[in-house]
């Protein structure tokens, strides 16, 4: 596969990843390289990678705890401590092996530390090679609040090897899927349409091709998020409220950040029938099309009334109020949308109907 080009790096796949990954060590003179990975990144993706570098460096792994409920300003801490205690300088390297986590933070800690070192993302799962690597959005959550803390800076390069996706469950890869069915939604019916077909995720090399270049043309044309880089959060103004709630919660179960997502796309698809005019078919297929995929989450009226205040914290806020990308049609958002407080109650009950 080609590889992409964004404004200052490069998204390679597969062999030609590894090959441009062993050129460029060649060359960087780092004084150190370190690798970021959690427990299941060290054991299942680790051996996976280090068999295909060439040449002899000097690594160090470094290794934190899975999941989402890690991603905090104190493993931050943790790792740059590490880095410190491991002589790491500005002539050194952090590569990020995993998921959303480890990429998004390994950006925030690589970005900070002594001001800012080079970074490698090397994405492990389905939603981190098209959405969480891509793009340059680091950071990390402030408790249960998402993404809160962070830093818009590019990686030298990103390297997706879809092999590392036969390590995945398949509840990561729907979790994933998700943010390629928003891809669609936001910018190509006929993507939308395709990815709907698929139930199978052994051969997802071209539509993941698809899905980067989807972001990448949207972050090209708003690398700051100041416009029309906004719609790339459809779903996820309500989606993030969802997914910190039950991350805070100690009676429910954790939401994946795709499940919330999905929940929370349809949840706005119903706001954008009401508001944007969005046809009462495509709505409903919609919802049809993320219920069938993801089933349906049971959010009674004590935990929507916990999740909407979440709604302030929203990082598209502006002014005091809650910003909503939707749809007019499939394929044409709209930024910067308010809802009325009443239609968001109702679009929880459509979601429950």
């Not at 060649?26 to 680790?46: A, G, M, P, Q, W």
């Not at 309500?238 to 709630?245: N, Q, R, V």
């Not at 099309?289 to 959010?299: L, P």
Request: some cysteine; hydrophobic content about 40%; proline content about 2%.
């Amino acid at each position: 596969m080609q590889s992409i080009l964004t404004s200052s790096y490069a998204v390679h796949f597969n062999h030609e990843a590894y090959k441009t990954l062993n050129k460029h060590l060649s060359r960087s003179n780092y004084s150190k390289i370190f690798v970021l990975v959690d427990e299941n990144t060290h054991e299942h993706c680790l051996p996976i990678f280090m068999a295909q570098i060439d040449g002899e460096y000097d690594f160090e792994i470094i290794e934190i705890e899975a999941g989402e409920i890690n991603k905090n300003i104190h493993t931050c801490t943790q790792v740059w401590e590490v880095l410190s205690e491991l002589n790491a300088d500005r002539k050194s390297v952090l590569v990020n092996l995993g998921g959303g986590v480890i990429t998004d933070l390994g950006g925030f800690v690589a970005s900070t530390f002594k001001r800012g070192i080079d970074f490698i993302n090397v994405p492990t799962t389905l939603l981190s090679m098209v959405d969480a690597s891509i793009g340059g959005k680091t950071g990390v959550d402030l408790g249960a609040l998402k993404n809160q803390i962070g830093v818009i800076n590019q990686p030298e390069m990103v390297l997706v090897i879809t092999d590392f996706l036969k390590t995945l469950h398949e509840r990561q890869l729907q979790s994933g899927y998700a943010e390629m069915l928003k891809h669609g939604l936001i910018q190509d019916i006929k993507y939308w349409n395709r990815l709907n077909t698929i139930r199978n995720f052994d051969k997802l090399d071209q539509e993941i091709y698809d899905s980067i270049v989807i972001k990448n043309k949207v972050v090209l044309e708003d690398p700051t998020e100041q416009n029309l880089r906004k719609i790339l959060n459809y779903g996820h103004t309500l989606g993030h409220a969802i997914e910190s709630y039950f991350l805070d919660s100690e009676d429910d179960e954790l939401l994946l950040h795709g499940e919330a997502i999905a929940i929370g796309m349809v949840l706005e698809t119903y706001l954008s029938h009401k508001l944007m005019g969005l046809s009462l078919n495509d709505m409903h297929a919609i919802k049809t099309a993320f219920v069938k995929r993801y089933g349906k989450k049971d959010i009674s009226k004590n935990d929507i009334d916990n999740i909407l205040p979440l709604l302030k914290f929203d990082k598209k806020n502006s002014h005091g109020e809650v910003n909503f990308v939707l749809l007019k049609t499939i394929g044409m958002p709209v930024i910067d949308v308010t809802v009325p407080s009443d239609l968001l109650k109702e679009a929880f009950a459509y979601y429950a109907e």
